[in-house]
């Protein structure tokens, strides 16, 4: 028995060590590119340390005014950065909003509401994006940061609703009976007593919102053309169009692009972690 319990313990470190360095590996070696110099990355015989390294791609993606790619670059992390902001924001109130109007009232054509819901998230951007594209063509509204705002929340809108109803869901209604017989407002029991009560769930569904919007890449193509409007998924992809071919500063880029989601996860680690779990269990 002691035996089988050793091999099987083996068996999951092996199979652990397998899945991190596959899951690890692609970032490091991007680490790795986005530091080595040009000569290294075309070499017929690549290697994981290289022999000279530089961080010279990284000072002129935000110190040099003469460099195009890395202008155009600053740029798309601005924009990306305002539209993730915004539309985090504005999901994660109005459908934060809906989704409490869904987990406790109670009104005709609820049930369909919601799989509805569930169903414009589901549906594919592609189908959709020919007849987006001339309708928006009609509105003068194409190469514009509050279009593509506007986009992302159709999408993230009805995933913050069909996330958040659960957290709403699992919280005893007693907690709502009580404010309602101290006096509370149904908006007074909503700010004072649910919202601390899903605060976690609030943050992990934010989190998500923002990462969902920091990196779509569809709309932000299609949709946009110049630097004022273009995201960072969008200037990266164009690293290797217009552009020369430049491996080290395309890798520069992922890595920067992937540095702020990474660093919100581990600062709201605590509140992830419980938020994704907490919507799981009901009173």
Not at 111 to 121: Q, S
Not at 127 to 147: F, Q, R
Request: hydrophobic content about 55%; proline content about 4%.
């Amino acid at each position: 028995m002691m035996h089988t319990s050793r091999g099987f313990r083996v068996m999951q470190y092996f199979f652990a060590g397998c899945v991190t360095f596959f899951t690890l590996a692609p970032f490091f070696w991007l680490f790795i590119s986005s530091i080595s110099y040009r000569k290294d990355l075309t070499t017929k015989n690549l290697h994981w340390i290289p022999s000279e390294v530089t961080f010279q791609r990284y000072a002129d993606i935000f110190t040099n005014p003469n460099n195009d790619i890395a202008y155009a670059f600053r740029l798309a992390l601005w924009n990306s950065l305002q539209v993730a902001v915004i539309v985090t924001i504005v999901a994660t109130i109005v459908g934060g909003l809906a989704a409490y109007a869904f987990s406790r009232l109670r009104f005709r054509f609820r049930k369909p509401l919601i799989y509805m819901f569930l169903f414009t998230y589901m549906v594919p951007p592609v189908v959709i994006v020919i007849p987006l594209y001339i309708i928006i063509s009609k509105l003068h509204m194409l190469d514009s940061k509050l279009t593509l705002i506007a986009l992302n929340l159709t999408f993230i809108i009805p995933f913050v609703i069909w996330v958040m109803q659960n957290y709403f869901s699992s919280i005893d209604k007693g907690f709502e009976e009580a404010a309602v017989m101290d006096g509370c407002s149904r908006f007074q029991t909503l700010r004072y007593v649910i919202v601390p009560l899903v605060k976690p769930g609030i943050i992990a569904t934010g989190i998500l919102a923002f990462i969902m919007s920091w990196e779509e890449f569809l709309y932000a193509l299609l949709f946009t053309s110049s630097n004022q409007a273009k995201t960072i998924s969008v200037a990266i992809a164009e690293f290797s169009g217009k552009n020369a071919v430049d491996y080290g500063m395309i890798a520069a880029g992922g890595v920067i692009a992937s540095l702020l989601p990474v660093l919100i996860a581990l600062i709201f680690q605590k509140y992830l972690i419980s938020g994704m779990t907490a919507g799981g269990v009901k009173e």
